[in-house]
């Protein structure tokens, strides 16, 4: 069965500084993979998606993603923080031509000033 | 495109009311999902149909839940009678083909004094 581990819970970062956001995942295959952002009230918005190909994948918001196939990981990353980026990451992971998705525990992202 | 579209957008019921979720998914989406969220156990997946049809509703708690899809436009999820423990965000989803990427809506906030 598919699973998704996201270790961190809550994340503070500087305002500026960069971000790096981790993300295991346990499949037999390589997997699509999903990085979403949930602003406060708001529903879940992609981020970025790795199908195959390049393994670094880049997203909206200035946001990118690795994928590790020795490590079993696609950490989301950000050079420089915005105070508008504070919101809650969902890494999710998915096995290809089937649609059901599973899910991440999310991290809570805090931006300090 | 609207998005995927639920209403309403907040609900507050007493306990032993029956309450009916709708989502509109993106036109053309094939496949919708309903899922939950809560602090305590985060995002979970309810049920998910493609082409109109339940395909995996193992993740509906309890048959107080249903869920329907009588077209390609409208889906409702249904609790009767409702209970407290059931308080949450509801999510509708929906996405198209062989796709996994999902269109989230803005959500339900359900609230069951």
Redesign the interface.
Known sequence: AQSVTQPDIHITVSEGASLELRCNYSYGATP?L?W?VQSPG?????LL?YFSGDTLVQGIKGFEAEFKRSQSSFNLRKPSVHWSDAAEY?CAV?P??????V?G??TRLLVSP | DAG?IQSPRHEVTEMGQEVTLRCKPISGHN?L?WYRQTMMR??E?LI?F?NNVPI?DSGMPEDRFSAKMPNASFSTLKIQPSEPRDSAVY?C?S?QG??????????TRLTVL
Do not use: R
């Open positions: 699509y999903f979403y708001q529903g879940l918005q992609l998606k969902f998915g290809p031509g089937f649609q059901k998705l899910f525990t999310g | 995927v496949s999902f985060g995002l997946l998910y493609n995996d999510f989803a996405t062989q796709s996994n990427e999902q269109f989230f809506g803005p959500g």
